[in-house]
């Protein structure tokens, strides 16, 4: 049951061949034994997990079921959930208890869906490799000294580890796609509004996205039928007629235009990634796709963009942490100011810190037209770069990240090259699009390798299709770590 498909684990609960109970209670029992060396659970409830499962028994036995209807679904710890601690992986927020639920997470108790436990995170989604987590960093599941990726490196952990069915995360600069790559699994980004930001504590508020986690792209669509809509809570979140995203899923591939990123194969991209990459560009040659060379001219001056622009949206949004309201208090404060600044001193750690104050130094007076407006503009000539490319091809297709799975602790010195694990993803957040990845073999030295499908807006249908008629010509995204104790499950 582990390893079957969303569309299969529905149809066994809906034969009434397992009980959500019974799938629930399996998930769990792995959690307990697998968490303690792997770290991707922040926080789990058994209780209240077993009474979600129970009310979906319900509803199966009376016929009703929807298609996630007793699943159990890990949240990122990100998402509010009403009577959840819901901690962002920080100490600021390490003994909040939300007291409502996100919209994603209503979408999914209103699909019938179990909430299994909130997964780690790198603290306020600001990291790339899953370790400024306050409470320690995940363990990648395919090898143990290796990072997961992040922010949502708790959510790919997990789902590759086989400790849910399926997983939420969210994406600002590639905080979805990195980890799915790292990690051996499929993620989408989707285009940016069509899922609610509503409940989602805010990074950089122009680039976060929700988006879903699973082993494949047939269950990303799945998972997206639940989590996009128009919420009029959200101010940025889109009015558009509901979508089917599995609809496309089964279209031949012949005639599709793959457009190849010149600049995503230069200097920084290891060998076993490209080979893997380029491999998966054969594969869709048979599937009768033609492949156009395309240039993103200014792909290259994504990262310094997003390091403009997200700090300094981070700066506003984490100005709100300031231990009166809610959130981690110091113990001794002599007045009002002193309490504010030991809060935060002791509150935010390293990385957010860093990315505070690089936010709060660009928008200040004289230095804000130099380095914000002039990023604006860049990201502006960024998007233009994609309307052009799209001109000429369907999909953009190159790899997720530069390299495999570093190992923990190889780039904690060096933000820069830790910033440069993204260099990929940046320009996909910054203009909006849609963006995904998924399972494209494995590097020299075993670990996963992610290929990633960039869309026009609002093509994620068209981009799962691309993702799933791969999946069915390979096994990549069937495979699993080895000692994560699958054996005769």
């Not at 179990?114 to 997964?119: D, E, F, S």
């Amino acid at each position: 049951m582990l390893n079957s498909s969303l569309q299969q684990i529905g149809s066994a609960l809906r034969a009434r061949k397992i009980s959500s109970v019974e799938l629930t209670q399996l998930y769990l029992d792995r959690i307990a034994a697998l968490n303690p060396a792997l770290n991707a659970y922040i926080t789990t409830d058994a209780e209240a997990s077993l009474a979600q499962a129970r009310q979906a028994d319900a509803v199966l036995a009376d016929g009703n079921a929807l298609p996630l209807t007793g699943i159990p679904i890990a949240q990122k710890d990100i998402f509010c959930a009403k009577g959840w601690r819901t901690t962002c992986g920080s100490k600021m927020l390490e003994n909040f208890i939300a007291p409502y639920d996100a919209h994603v997470i209503a979408r999914f108790n209103e699909a019938g869906a179990v909430n299994l436990g909130k997964t780690n995170m790198d603290e306020f989604a600001m990291g790339s490799s899953n370790e400024t987590s306050h409470f320690g960093a995940v363990k990648n599941p395919w090898l143990h000294n290796a990072v997961p990726g992040g922010s949502s490196g708790g959510a790919a952990c997990a789902v590759a580890a086989r400790l849910c069915a399926a997983a939420t995360g969210t994406d600002t600069g590639g905080s979805i796609r990195q980890p799915s790559a790292l990690c051996g699994i499929s993620g989408i980004k989707p285009s940016y509004g069509t899922v609610s930001r509503y409940g989602m504590i805010a990074f950089a508020s122009s680039l976060d996205q929700a988006g879903p986690m699973a082993r494949s792209a047939e269950d990303l669509a799945l998972l997206l039928n639940v989590m996009t809509g128009f919420d009029p809570r959200d101010s940025t979140s889109l009015q558009r007629d509901k979508e089917d995203y599995t609809r496309d899923l089964d279209k031949p591939l012949a005639g599709l235009r793959i457009g190849l990123p010149k600049e995503f194969f230069a200097e920084g991209l290891a060998q076993d990634v490209a080979a893997c990459v380029h491999a998966a560009l054969e594969e869709y040659k048979k599937l009768g796709a033609t492949i156009v060379d395309i240039s993103l001219p200014n792909s290259k001056l994504a990262v310094p963009v997003y390091y403009v622009l997200a700090p300094a949206e981070a700066s506003s949004n984490l100005s709100r942490y300031d231990g009166v309201r809610y959130g981690y208090r110091a113990p001794e404060y002599a007045d009002l100011t002193e309490m504010y600044e030991k809060s935060r001193a002791q509150g935010f750690g390293a990385e957010v810190k860093r990315r505070i104050m690089i936010g709060t130094y660009v928008l200040s007076h004289g230095y804000y037209d130099a380095y914000y407006l002039q990023a604006q503009k860049i990201r502006r000539l960024i998007a233009q770069d994609f309307d052009d490319a799209f001109r000429q091809c369907d999909v953009i297709i190159g790899p997720t990240s530069p390299s495999t799975a570093f190992t923990l602790g190889e780039k904690g010195d060096d933000p820069v090259q830790m910033y440069l694990s993204d260099i990929y993803t940046i320009a996909v957040n910054l203009a909006g699009l849609p963006g995904m990845s998924i399972p494209a073999g494995f590097g020299s030295n075993g670990l996963p390798v992610g290929l990633q499908i960039i869309g026009n807006y609002f093509g994620e249908a068209r981009m799962l299709n691309v993702a799933h008629q791969y999946q069915l010509a390979t096994d990549h995204h069937d495979r699993a770590p080895q000692d994560i104790g699958l054996q005769g499950i």
